[in-house]
């Protein structure tokens, strides 16, 4: 294992989109059991802090290829195509009139079942935008497009979080 390997050549993994998550859970732990710093208590500190970096350079790692959105944002990276989502926002027209028409239902929910009306409708949309960067990914290896596919999905996980937060505050 190399600290600079990338996270999927760390994990065994072709760089792809879809991932196994039980492999890739099953591998995190395997990972985890070898260099906890716990199994290096009484080594010396160079071996110490080299378990501690070894630990957290696997978290991140496992953090980064579990989550959908956060490895497709990586892969476009390895593909030297970063998604800059704090300098690219723009959007296709359609999206931004659905994100404004969501606001505005948002907005106007009148209680739990409109919430959950939203939730569901918000749940169905992620779910085809995940297929759409699978597709993008692994068929078509257009990185531009994912990264535009990947800030459009970020403007929708935000979104189903607000709605999230209402229903949670409804409930209190």
């Avoid at 106007?108 to 990914?137: I, P, S």
Wanted: glycine share 2%; proline share 4%; with cysteine.
């Amino acid at each position: 294992m190399n600290l600079q390997s990338n996270d999927f050549e760390l994990f065994g993994l072709s760089p792809r989109f879809e991932v196994d998550r039980a492999a890739l859970d099953e591998r995190w732990k395997t990972l985890q059991r070898e260099v906890h710093p716990d199994r290096h208590a009484t080594a010396d500190a160079p071996s110490q802090r080299q378990a501690m970096q070894w630990s957290v350079r696997i978290n991140e790692a496992y953090q980064r290829l579990k989550d959908p959105l956060k490895r497709a944002a990586y892969l476009c990276e390895l593909h030297g195509v970063p998604i800059e989502a704090e300098n690219n926002t723009a959007m296709p027209t359609e999206f931004l009139m659905q994100q404004m028409q969501w606001r505005e239902d948002l907005d106007e929910a009148n209680g739990l079942a409109d919430l959950e009306r939203m939730a569901d409708e918000v749940a169905a949309t992620r779910r085809t935008m995940l297929k759409g960067l699978q597709a993008t990914a692994d068929e078509r290896h257009d990185w531009p497009a994912l990264a535009s596919q990947v800030r459009a999905l970020m403007f929708v996980e935000r979104f189903a979080s607000d709605v999230e937060n209402r229903i949670e505050l409804l409930g209190q």
